[in-house]
Nanobody
Framework: QVQLVESGGGLVQPGGSLRLSCAASGDIFTKYHGAWYRQGPGNQRELVAQ???????NYADSVRGRFTISTDNAKKTLYLQMNSLKPEDSAVYYC?????????WGQGTQVTVSS
């Protein structure tokens, strides 16, 4: 059973930066695709960024150019570097890993962008 544990959320002022981490229980990102989703109050969960096992990435239009998704060399940790944060980026951010029919979610980490 794969476990995903997010960290790095918190309160930041507009224009600030945060880096989210998602630690996996094994080197799953050698095979599994990784992604970050977010869900704000009253909103549906939405895809923020994804990375496939060969390193290709894709971003939501709302974060492209500001956020960067990556993995560590050991393929055990998924990151989301968030720069130039805006109040509308406030949400619970979830780590997601999937391959074929297997999928795993982290428990979520709160990001609040406010002055």
């Amino acid at each position: 059973q794969v476990q995903l544990v997010e960290s790095g959320g918190g309160l930041v002022q507009p224009g600030g930066s945060l880096r989210l981490s998602c630690a996996a229980s094994g080197d799953i990102f050698t095979k599994y695709h990784g992604a970050w989703y977010r869900q704000g109050p009253g909103n549906q969960r939405e895809l923020v960024a994804q990375i496939v096992s060969d390193g290709r990435t894709n971003y939501a239009d709302s974060v492209r150019g500001r956020f960067t998704i990556s993995t560590d060399n050991a393929k055990k940790t998924l990151y989301l570097q968030m720069n130039s944060l805006k109040p509308e980026d406030s949400a619970v951010y979830y780590c997601y890993a999937h391959w074929a029919l297997d999928q795993y979610w982290g428990q979520g980490t709160q990001v609040t962008v406010s002055s």
